[in-house]
């Protein structure tokens, strides 16, 4: 039985490979989940994972699947997206989240158009959906370097980000500069998806981002114990993802945010920290 949870990583390379990068990805991605869901913009990551793909197509069409290329291109166009999106929220009045959709649909059918005219329908589907089974140096040295730089500005800037999440309003009266922090904030999530597209694909790398902070808040009742339980929560999803898909032959990224998915149908049903189990007894023990 041990055999079988842990063979595939010690026997095959890419097996390792793929786990340490997709690791790496759920370290980085899912304090910044915590922090997007306390903002209630859970589903703002969903649409700044797909605002990368034109910086990516460019990247791609320029100099093929160089990772440099379409880091920097895909940091560029989330950045881009990112401050388009925020200005129109400031200057209009519109809702940021609203602004968020308007821009990354414009920015997918973008996306998609270009690697569909200068591309083949395979490329498309690997920058989609990736190829976490043929992570090479380069990416494994992007996703570890992105984790690394994520957790240490979370852990410089806790307070606030924080604080700017759950009270700007409070921090521009202390005097403390928000827009930096908010600043800092979008700047993590655009390149935790730029690095989890490596690894996950557009589509797929914002569901190691949210699925496991959506069900942290079942866990833990601090912000520090959301950011350490969706971290947890990402680690054994991308353990068991790649396992189950080596066992059934099934795609590696579907498998790793599927099993994702069924951590946080668990903790729904489950969770101490208002789980559906948890609140039918506590219901019970109050009408006896």
Same mark, same amino acid.
């Given at each position: 039985?041990?055999?079988?949870?842990?063979?595939?990583?010690?026997?095959?390379?890419?097996?390792?490979? !793929?786990?340490?990068?997709?690791?790496?990805?759920? +370290?980085?991605?899912?304090?910044?989940?915590?922090?997007?869901?306390?903002?209630?913009?859970?589903?703002?990551?969903?649409?700044?994972?797909?605002?990368?793909?034109?910086?990516?197509?460019?990247?791609?069409?320029?100099?093929?699947?160089?990772?440099?290329?379409?880091?920097?291109?895909?940091?560029?166009?989330?950045?881009?997206?990112?401050?388009?999106?925020?200005?129109?929220?400031?200057?209009?009045?519109?809702?940021?989240?609203?602004?968020?959709?308007?821009?990354?649909? $414009?920015?997918? !059918?973008?996306?998609?158009?270009?690697?569909?005219?200068?591309?083949?329908?395979?490329?498309?589907?690997?920058?989609?959906?990736?190829?976490?089974?043929?992570?090479?140096?380069?990416?494994?040295?992007?996703?570890?370097?992105?984790?690394?730089?994520? $957790?240490?500005?979370?852990?410089?800037?806790?307070?606030?980000?924080?604080?700017?999440?759950?009270?700007?309003?409070?921090?521009? !009266?202390?005097?403390?500069?928000?827009?930096?922090?908010?600043? +800092?904030?979008?700047?993590?999530?655009?390149?935790?998806?730029?690095?989890?597209?490596?690894?996950?694909?557009?589509?797929?790398?914002?569901?190691?981002?949210?699925?496991?902070?959506?069900?942290?808040?079942?866990?833990?009742?601090?912000?520090?114990?959301?950011?350490? !339980?969706?971290?947890?929560?990402?680690?054994?999803?991308?353990?068991?993802?790649?396992? +189950?898909?080596?066992?059934?032959?099934?795609?590696?990224?579907?498998?790793?945010?599927?099993?994702?998915?069924?951590?946080?149908? $668990?903790?729904?049903?489950?969770?101490?920290?208002?789980?559906? $189990?948890?609140?039918?007894?506590?219901?019970?023990?109050?009408?006896?």
């Amino acid at each position: 039985m041990v055999e079988l949870l842990f063979l595939p990583f010690a026997e095959f390379g890419f097996m390792a490979r !793929a786990l340490v990068a997709c690791m790496a990805v759920g +370290l980085g991605a899912a304090p910044i989940g915590v922090l997007l869901v306390l903002r209630r913009m859970s589903l703002v990551g969903d649409a700044m994972a797909h605002a990368v793909l034109p910086g990516v197509a460019i990247g791609f069409l320029l100099a093929g699947f160089s990772v440099a290329a379409m880091t920097a291109g895909g940091v560029v166009a989330g950045l881009l997206v990112a401050l388009l999106a925020g200005g129109v929220h400031r200057f209009t009045g519109q809702r940021e989240d609203a602004s968020f959709a308007a821009f990354y649909l $414009i920015a997918m !059918a973008v996306g998609v158009l270009l690697i569909s005219v200068r591309g083949s329908n395979t490329d498309l589907v690997h920058v989609l959906f990736g190829n976490l089974l043929a992570v090479d140096d380069a990416g494994l040295l992007l996703v570890a370097s992105v984790a690394t730089a994520t $957790i240490v500005a979370v852990a410089l800037f806790f307070r606030g980000l924080v604080t700017e999440c759950l009270d700007p309003e409070y921090l521009r !009266a202390c005097g403390s500069p928000g827009g930096l922090y908010h600043g +800092l904030f979008l700047g993590l999530v655009v390149l935790n998806l730029v690095a989890g597209f490596h690894a996950l694909g557009t589509l797929m790398a914002v569901g190691l981002m949210m699925l496991p902070a959506a069900a942290a808040r079942y866990w833990a009742g601090t912000v520090a114990g959301l950011m350490a !339980a969706a971290a947890a929560l990402a680690l054994l999803s991308a353990w068991a993802g790649l396992l +189950l898909s080596y066992h059934l032959g099934a795609a590696s990224g579907p498998a790793v945010v599927l099993v994702a998915g069924m951590g946080y149908a $668990i903790s729904v049903l489950f969770g101490p920290h208002g789980g559906l $189990i948890t609140r039918l007894r506590l219901r019970r023990h109050l009408e006896a």
